[in-house]
């Protein structure tokens, strides 16, 4: 039983990110391990979302944790927290695989034209995301960015607003909507 409950994460305000980052720079690997069972699904949670796969975003996550290991003593808490700044090394290295994968695929003639513009697109879209986010009152937001960035499941949502899970699930599903709206 003991065993199974040192696998478990804790609550966020509980765990100490920094304390297990220091300790990582000092070689200890069981602080690496806590670090892996506290934010381990999160990570591939974000991972996944980014690559849709989910063989690479375990790659992706693995190699993470490598580089949090190597870059731990490197680390700033003047420049964000400790979980901000493991979430920001994930989201990299899942950015550079799509951008390093996105060059080996070959195009076509036909698709010279479509992949010129294609920056120009995804600014653009980037941007009437972000617009239509802020249009979303906080609470829902946060709802959508949990879900969809920080990899939260509805029930992890729902603890950590302090909402019950149905009005989660309902903001979740009428953000999602007017999101759809919005972009058009």
């Known amino acids: 039983m003991l065993a199974r409950l040192q696998d478990m994460p804790l ?5 100490d990110y920094e304390a297990r980052l220091a300790a990582c720079s000092r070689g200890e690997r069981e602080a690496l391990r806590e670090l892996y069972v506290q934010e381990g699904p999160r990570l591939l949670g974000v991972a996944r979302r980014l690559v849709r796969d989910t063989a690479l975003a375990e790659d992706i996550v693995h190699d993470a944790f490598i580089k949090i290991w190597a870059g731990a003593s490197g680390f700033d808490p003047s420049r964000g927290s400790a979980r901000g700044w493991m979430f920001s090394v994930t989201r990299h290295l899942a950015l550079n695989v799509l951008r390093d994968h996105g060059r080996e695929t070959p195009l076509d003639d036909s698709n010279e034209s479509l992949a010129s513009d294609d920056g120009f697109d995804t600014l653009a879209q980037s941007t009437r995301i972000h617009r ?13 960015l949990h879900a969809y960035v920080d990899g939260y499941s509805h029930a992890q949502i729902a603890q950590r607003l302090d909402t019950p899970l149905g009005t989660v699930k309902a903001w979740i599903k009428r953000s999602l909507n007017a999101l759809r709206e919005c972009m058009g």
Do not use: G, S
Not at 11 to 15: C, G, S, V, Y
């Open 11 to 15: 609550p966020e305000n509980l765990f």
């Open 132 to 144: 239509c986010l802020h249009q979303l009152e906080p609470q829902r937001r946060r709802c959508i």
